[in-house]
Structure formats: C-alpha cells, structure tokens
C-alpha cells in the first residue's frame, strides 16, 4: 500500500518506544488519524488507545530480532516508528546503548526482512555538534560532528550511520530521518527541559550562543506528516525563529546565572550531584557555542511549517 498518498486505505502502524515522548506525541495523532485502523505497539510497556494491539518486545533481548520479525510479518505494516530513544535521566550508558544501538540494528534487520514500505526513526539538531566554526545555518548534508563526551548524542551519530547504510541497502523503501530541536513542552522530559526548569540555571560568562527549540505539539505534527511524506532522507525539525541561552531561560521563567568556566563546570557537577537534573556537563559545548539547523527541506518535502516560536515552546515550559 502506497502510504504516500492518503485516503487510499485503511493503515496499520508500527511503533516501538510508545512509552517514550515521542511515542506518546504521535500515538495520540495516529489515534485521531481516521485513515489508521490499528496501531501494533512493539514495546515493554502497553500504553492506552482503542486502535492498539500490543505485543511485548524488549529490544535488548538477544531474541529481539526475531520477535520483531515474526509481529512484522504475521500482519503486514504500512509504516514503522522507531522511537525507542533515551531522553530521561541516563543512569546506565550500557544499557542505553544496548536499547539504542543493537535495538536499532535488530529493528532494521527486521524492517529489511519485513520489506516494509516505510520506516521513520528520530534524531536530534545536536548530531551536527556545537562548534565555533559551525556555518550560521546547518542543513542536513553537514558534518556529523556530534559530541564526543557524550554518549547521549554519539549513539545518536552511530544510529543515524546505520539507518543510512540501511536505506542505500534498501532503495525501495522509504527511510525518514527526522532531525529535532530541542523539544520543549509540559509532557516533555529531556536534557533541555531539565535544563530550562531550573529556577536559576548557570551559563557560561561571556557566551550566549543561539539556541532553537520545538514546540511539542509541533512535534508531534511533524511526525505525523512523515507517515504520508513523498519523500526520503534526513530532515531538521526547527521551530520558528532563534534565541540567546539567556533569553530562553527568561522565557522558560528561569534566571540565567553567568559564571566562569571553572565555576561554571563546578555548578554542573553539583547540580547533578544532589539530582537537580540540569544539562549534563558532557553536553557543556552546547552552551559554548550556536548550532542552528536550516528547516526549508522540512517544509518543501515533508511540507512542515512550525505554529510555534521558540519562545512560545520555552514559555510552556513555565506553565508545567
């Protein structure tokens, strides 16, 4: 079934990481959506909604593969979400990377197998690295740059890595790659959210880089528009407009703290330490320097345009 073009159909859809904040933004969608009939939930966890049928997948199990496999094939899908990503607090690298990098190599051993019409996995704006010679604008052919202390954004770099090689493997399949800046929003839990709630969140003295941030509600509507796109390969995910860190935290109804580098990582370490869930210090480059992604494919292909400034996003974040 050409997914494509709506209206041709009743549509089943795949979702692993339903539990999660992105499977919980699209899962509402795709509730609404009358075109969906069924919703096949690939997860640890059921979650609520009248279209789901749930079968119970722990992506780190050494069977992984084959469960997904025979749940994909027993019915066929129209589409397949990937979602099964970390954003909470990570306690356990090790076990994160099992759940994002071998979870991620057992779904697309299934998907090829399955020989799915559609696949769409989510990535992050923070993939291209936060550098003092990044190009005023990201676009999505720019250097993967990543983070290097962080293991958070470089499973992120070595996921996108197999869901490219994947999709050269499998050019008759569509294979979307969604790109997001920070998700702000009340139902959201992620190291920009921590960061922002804050009462006082320290910065670094002089430095104010430029920051994007995505609505949730954009978020889920950028999602929901991957399941019909005409369209393949990677896209940034950006709300309207740009902000200083500074201007974000006011926003977000927070006071920015300016200190110096020392003092600064040493306020980090400590936040973290009594459980105040700020920005990691790994992520530290991120306040250093801009990193802001173009979103004119995000609009020409996959016709996504933001409802929400970034100030808007970071402003819910007050009301939560």
Same mark, same amino acid.
């Given at each position: 079934?050409? !997914?494509?073009?709506?209206?041709?159909?009743?549509?089943?859809?795949?979702?692993?990481?339903?539990?999660?904040?992105?499977?919980?933004?699209?899962?509402?969608?795709?509730?609404?959506?009358?075109?969906?009939?069924?919703?096949?939930?690939?997860?640890?966890?059921?979650?609520?909604?009248?279209?789901?049928?749930?079968?119970?997948v722990?992506?780190?199990?050494?069977?992984?593969?084959?469960?997904?496999?025979?749940?994909?094939?027993?019915?066929?899908?129209?589409?397949?979400?990937?979602?099964?990503?970390? $954003?909470?607090?990570?306690?356990?690298?090790?076990?994160?990377?099992?759940?994002?990098?071998?979870?991620?190599?057992?779904?697309?051993?299934?998907?090829?197998?399955?020989?799915?019409?559609?696949?769409?996995?989510?990535?992050?704006?923070?993939?291209? =690295?936060?550098?003092?010679?990044?190009? @005023?604008?990201?676009?999505?052919?720019?250097?993967?740059?990543?983070?290097?202390?962080?293991?958070f954004?470089?499973?992120?770099?070595?996921?996108? =890595?197999?869901?490219?090689? $994947?999709?050269?493997?499998?050019?008759?399949?569509? !294979?979307?790659?969604?790109? /997001? @800046?920070?998700?702000?929003g009340?139902?959201?839990?992620?190291?920009?959210?921590? /960061?922002?709630?804050?009462?006082? !969140? #320290?910065?670094?003295?002089?430095?104010? #880089?430029?920051?994007? =941030?995505?609505?949730?509600?954009?978020?889920?509507?950028?999602?929901?528009l991957?399941?019909?796109?005409? @369209?393949?390969?990677? /896209?940034?995910?950006?709300?309207?407009?740009?902000?200083?860190?500074?201007?974000?935290?006011?926003?977000?109804? @927070?006071?920015?703290?300016?200190?110096?580098?020392?003092?600064?990582?040493?306020?980090?370490?400590?936040?973290?330490?009594v459980?105040?869930g700020?920005?990691?210090?790994?992520?530290?480059?991120?306040?250093?320097?801009?990193?802001?992604?173009?979103?004119?494919?995000?609009?020409?292909?996959?016709?996504?345009?933001?409802?929400?400034?970034?100030?808007?996003?970071?402003?819910?974040?007050?009301?939560?």
């Amino acid at each position: 079934m050409d !997914v494509s073009r709506p209206g041709k159909g009743r549509l089943r859809i795949a979702v692993t990481g339903a539990s999660g904040d992105y499977g919980r933004l699209l899962l509402s969608r795709l509730d609404q959506d009358p075109d969906v009939e069924s919703i096949l939930v690939l997860d640890v966890v059921r979650p609520e909604g009248d279209k789901v049928e749930f079968h119970r997948v722990d992506l780190t199990r050494y069977d992984a593969e084959s469960e997904l496999t025979d749940a994909l094939t027993e019915r066929p899908v129209d589409a397949l979400y990937h979602l099964a990503f970390l $954003f909470g607090p990570i306690r356990n690298g090790s076990l994160a990377h099992e759940l994002e990098v071998i979870g991620t190599m057992n779904v697309l051993t299934a998907a090829g197998r399955s020989r799915l019409p559609r696949l769409v996995v989510p990535s992050l704006t923070a993939v291209y =690295g936060a550098r003092g010679n990044n190009p @005023a604008m990201l676009r999505e052919d720019s250097a993967l740059q990543g983070c290097p202390h962080s293991r958070f954004v470089t499973d992120k770099v070595e996921v996108e =890595g197999q869901v490219r090689a $994947f999709r050269e493997r499998h050019p008759e399949m569509r !294979v979307l790659v969604l790109r /997001f @800046a920070p998700v702000l929003g009340p139902s959201v839990d992620n190291p920009a959210t921590r /960061f922002l709630k804050n009462p006082v !969140v #320290p910065t670094l003295m002089g430095f104010d #880089p430029l920051w994007q =941030g995505l609505h949730e509600d954009d978020a889920a509507r950028a999602l929901h528009l991957a399941l019909r796109a005409d @369209a393949s390969g990677e /896209f940034n995910i950006v709300g309207r407009g740009v902000m200083p860190i500074s201007g974000l935290i006011q926003q977000a109804g @927070a006071r920015p703290l300016p200190l110096p580098g020392p003092l600064f990582r040493a306020g980090l370490h400590t936040l973290d330490a009594v459980g105040a869930g700020t920005l990691p210090v790994a992520l530290l480059d991120y306040i250093h320097y801009s990193w802001v992604a173009d979103g004119e494919r995000a609009e020409s292909a996959l016709g996504f345009i933001p409802l929400h400034h970034v100030r808007d996003a970071a402003a819910a974040l007050k009301r939560s």
